[in-house]
């Protein structure tokens, strides 16, 4: 896989398309990975940055490997190290048992549920991570 850095008007619509949400060009920026012929199979959002925290979403096509040591250095990099943020946080339907799971695998924590503010009416999982949790920045990960 191969990270796309410079496209977010490419990989933030993709990414919004891919989890129903809108991309709204110029609130925020995405990465993106495309396979050995060019498609893109996975991509990160960052947006609602406020010095302190920035929104991160994430969508990739089924049965694609892109998240290796790498790919995760790179999510996390950009907002503890040149965003500076003190956490990141994300978003993801009760229902969304495969978002759960790689927010979790990731390192992100649950911390609160809000009740009813999925598109469907469902409940919407919080989950966060502090700069000092997180594990892919260290020279050991």
């Known amino acids: ?3 796309v850095t410079d496209r977010p008007d490419i990989v933030g619509p993709w990414v919004c ?10 609130a925020g920026t995405a990465l993106g990975w495309v396979d ?3 498609e893109l199979v996975a991509g990160v959002t960052f947006t609602n940055f406020d010095g302190a925290n ?3 979403d994430a969508a990739a096509l089924p049965k694609k490997r892109w998240a290796d040591r790498r790919a995760l250095w790179a999510v996390f990099h950009y907002p503890f190290e ?3 943020c003190v956490r ?5 339907p009760e229902d969304n048992k495969v978002a759960q799971k790689f927010n979790e ?3 992100l924590v649950h911390e609160a549920t809000l009740a009813r503010a999925a598109p469907n009416n469902g409940d919407m999982r919080v989950y966060r991570m502090f ?6 920045l260290r020279r050991e990960a």
């Open 1 to 3: 896989m191969q990270i």
């Open 17 to 26: 398309r891919e989890i129903g949400k809108l991309w709204v060009p110029g």
């Open 36 to 38: 050995h012929s060019g």
């Open 54 to 56: 920035v929104w991160l």
């Open 82 to 84: 040149q965003l500076g």
């Open 88 to 92: 990141v946080s994300s978003l993801v």
């Open 105 to 107: 695998s990731a390192g």
């Open 131 to 136: 700069r000092e949790d997180c594990r892919w």
